[in-house]
């Protein structure tokens, strides 16, 4: 775990905090689309025959969700080099703007969100916004 800790050390900053909003962007629309509640009863016989079956089901929420926490694991190495007032705020920012960027252009048939004028003005006052604030 130092390996990774020095190593990251000498990437920039500003590097990290977007692969981490990048990271977190991409996958949270994706974990919303992957996961499913399993709403069929079945009895204990029946579960363990369809038991190899339902991990398969899962299996594409599970890559997803294994990516996201890689995601978590860079925010808590970044919060180690950088300053948490700083790194939290930023982090959250980009990950919002690329979770709606993602949901509004590849997922617009699901969550009926549109990418308008009025959508990418809205996410460059909160990215402002965010900046304004922070310096």
Known sequence: MDFLFDHLKQWPLPLLIFLVGFIWG????????????DDAKTDKKQLQTNFVQ???????????????????LFNIILLG???LATIAPFTNTIGFMITAFVEAVFF???????????YVCGLLCIAVGTWIAMT
């Open 26 to 37: 991409v996958t949270n629309p994706l974990l919303s689309m992957t996961s499913k509640p």
């Open 54 to 72: 339902k991990i398969l089901n899962w299996l594409p929420f599970l890559i997803v969700f294994g990516i996201n926490q890689v995601g978590s």
């Open 81 to 83: 080099i950088g300053d």
């Open 108 to 118: 617009s048939h699901v969550v009926k969100r549109k990418m308008t004028l009025e």
